[in-house]
Every structure is written in structure tokens, then in C-alpha cells.
């Protein structure tokens, strides 16, 4: 069974920056994204990585603000959060899959994916 495990959440005002982490143990994927969700709110794609072909997608919410990233030699993926807003309040958590996907489709769509970290919380002060 995979293992994510996010990390790097935390506390900052608004026009403020972090970076997220998400180690990801036993497997290699294709398919990884971020995710958040507020309390009471669907979850919401953010970002997404094919990481064999290099592609990316973003929501168009943080386009210009976020990158995604994944490291191969350790496995890990990343988001760097810059220019945080208030309304990036949420709990993030990092995704995964080997299963085929129509990426303009399927890429920000939780149902995609098959395996989910724990969650790392983001607060933005204004």
C-alpha cells in the first residue's frame, strides 16, 4: 500500500508564502496532485502533475500564485504556495494514481485519484 505524507503547512499573512511537501513511499506515480478543502466545502483541485510527461494544470483560482513540483530521486512531491490570500485557508492534502486519465479532464477531479495522504493545514491572515 502507498504512504503520502504531507508536511510544511502552517500559519502566515496574507501576501505571504509556504511550501508544502509530500513524501511518497513504496511507489512511483504518475498521476500526483494537491488538493484542499475548507470545513463544510468540496474538496478542490489545485494543482496537478504528470510526472513522466512534465504536464501540469492548475486551478485557475491560484495560477500565477502556486507551483507544482516532484522530485524522482526522493519521490516527493511539492507546492509552493506565493502570494497566499485569505481564501487559500484550507487543509491540504497531496494525491496519487497509476490509473489512466484524460488530463484536461481528469486531472483536478478527486475521483481520479486512488491514493491520499493525511492532510497538512494552510491559515491565511488578513
Known amino acids: 500500500q502507498a504512504r503520502l505524507v504531507e508536511s510544511g503547512g502552517g500559519s502566515v499573512n496574507t501576501g505571504g508564502s509556504l511550501s508544502l511537501s509530500c513524501k511518497i513511499s513504496r511507489y512511483a506515480f504518475y498521476y500526483l496532485a494537491w488538493f484542499r478543502q475548507e470545513p463544510g466545502k468540496e474538496r478542490e483541485g489545485v494543482a496537478a502533475?504528470?510526472?513522466?510527461?512534465?504536464?501540469?494544470r492548475y486551478a485557475d483560482s491560484v495560477k500565477g500564485r502556486f507551483t507544482i513540483s516532484h522530485d524522482k530521486a526522493i519521490n516527493t512531491l511539492y507546492l509552493q504556495m506565493n502570494n497566499l490570500k485569505p481564501e487559500d485557508t484550507a487543509m491540504y492534502y497531496c494525491?496519487?494514481?497509476?490509473?489512466?486519465?484524460?488530463?484536461?479532464?481528469?486531472?483536478?477531479?478527486?475521483?481520479?485519484?486512488?491514493?491520499w495522504g493525511q492532510g497538512t493545514q494552510v491559515t491565511v491572515s488578513s
Open positions: 494525491a496519487a494514481t497509476n490509473t489512466y486519465t484524460d488530463w484536461e479532464v481528469g486531472a483536478l477531479r478527486d475521483a481520479t485519484y486512488d491514493y
Open positions: 502533475i504528470h510526472t513522466a510527461r512534465g504536464y501540469t
